[in-house]
Each structure stands twice: as structure tokens, then as C-alpha cells.
């Protein structure tokens, strides 16, 4: 297995705790974009959308999610 995508995701979730949003957004589609199939980046994916208010976003990828 590639340890890329989890790397790509433990920063992503680093930029979210110190309150930068858009680069940890951007770890976690970058993550996705290695790894299709990594599950975690998802979850906060779906998460982080919820919390900026983007329900349609977070439904989006709660529904790639479920096409796993």
C-alpha cells in the first residue's frame, strides 16, 4: 500500500486543528486523488463540509463514499 495518501491526510488534518480550512481541504482531496479508496479522508471530507455549511457538498461525498 502507498503510505502517500495517509501522510497527504494526517497533514490535511493538522491545517484543520490550527483552523486552516482550505489547505487542510485540499490534503484530503489530494489524498482521495491518490487513493480513491482511503476511507478516513472522506469522513472528514464529509465533516468539514458540514461545518462550513455545505450540505449539498458534504451529501455529494457521503454518496461517492457509499460508491466505495
Given at each position: 500500500?502507498?503510505?502517500?495518501?495517509?501522510?497527504?491526510?494526517?497533514?490535511?488534518?493538522?491545517?484543520?486543528?490550527?483552523?486552516?480550512?482550505?489547505?487542510?481541504?485540499?490534503?484530503?482531496?489530494?489524498?482521495?486523488?491518490?487513493?480513491?479508496?482511503?476511507?478516513?479522508?472522506?469522513?472528514?471530507?464529509?465533516?468539514?463540509?458540514?461545518?462550513?455549511?455545505?450540505?449539498?457538498?458534504?451529501?455529494q461525498w457521503e454518496l461517492k463514499k457509499s460508491q466505495l
Amino acid at each position: 500500500a502507498n503510505p502517500y495518501p495517509q501522510t497527504l491526510h494526517n497533514l490535511g488534518l493538522i491545517y484543520l486543528q490550527k483552523k486552516q480550512i482550505d489547505e487542510g481541504e485540499k490534503m484530503l482531496l489530494k489524498a482521495i486523488e491518490i487513493s480513491p479508496k482511503f476511507h478516513p479522508s472522506y469522513d472528514y471530507l464529509i465533516q468539514l463540509y458540514k461545518f462550513k455549511g455545505d450540505l449539498p457538498k458534504a451529501q455529494q461525498w457521503e454518496l461517492k463514499k457509499s460508491q466505495l
